[in-house]
């Protein structure tokens, strides 16, 4: 992983293909919430499908908590969809046959030319594409649980969400002024809490 790919910097802004040949960028997908990206090796990897069987469950809770869960990997279209639809997944799914992902952040897992994948990372991010956390999942139990994605989720949502406590007198206060400007959704306009994509 480049050197410059580090907790408090701000991860590439990647536009890749999804799963329905959409080209999406993670800034769009991320919408401003809490990420996962998952830099997977691939469908064929039986490591890469137990991870996103985990995932499956978590993001049910992810989902409700209001953040973001993307998958890239080098399978090329077909094979993208055949990773997701195996695994239940309902998140995007980015197609990188290209490898542009593997080679912009030095990642080729060098031990297996057959396949050329990406070495494994689950990459936790903070609004704006900044980076929290990184998990590298050569081995499998480098890769991070579902419990250990939670917390990381918990404490980026504790810092980025102004009104997580709703016992701060402070807020209080502002609700009964009527000043809601910190209060999820409030502090977005319609298009920015509902925007499709």
């Known amino acids: ?48 499908r137990r991870q996103h069987e ?34 239940g997944a309902h998140w995007p799914f980015l197609s990188d046959p290209g490898r542009k992902v593997q080679k912009d952040l030095d990642i080729a897992e060098y031990t297996d030319p057959t396949h050329n994948p990406m070495v494994p990372h689950t990459i936790v991010l903070e609004p704006g594409l900044v980076v929290h956390k990184i998990y590298m999942g050569y081995w499998f139990f480098g890769r991070p649980s579902v419990e250990e994605l939670r917390q990381d989720l918990r404490a980026i949502t504790q810092k980025c969400r102004s009104d997580w406590d ?12 009527g000043d809601k400007a910190r209060f999820y959704p409030y502090g977005k306009t319609y298009a920015q809490v509902f925007k499709e994509g």
């Open 1 to 48: 992983m480049r050197n410059d790919i580090a907790p408090g910097k701000t991860f590439p802004d990647y536009e890749l293909p999804d799963q329905t040949g959409q080209h999406k960028k993670l800034s769009d997908l991320q919408k401003g919430d809490p990420m996962v990206v998952v830099l997977s090796r691939g469908g064929f990897c039986p490591k890469d």
């Open 54 to 87: 985990g995932l499956v469950q978590l993001f049910r809770e992810i989902e409700v908590a209001y953040c973001r869960l993307v998958t890239i990997s080098t399978d090329n279209l077909i094979e993208t969809n055949e990773f997701r639809s195996a695994a």
């Open 166 to 177: 709703l016992a701060d007198p402070q807020l209080r206060e502002a609700w009964a002024k």
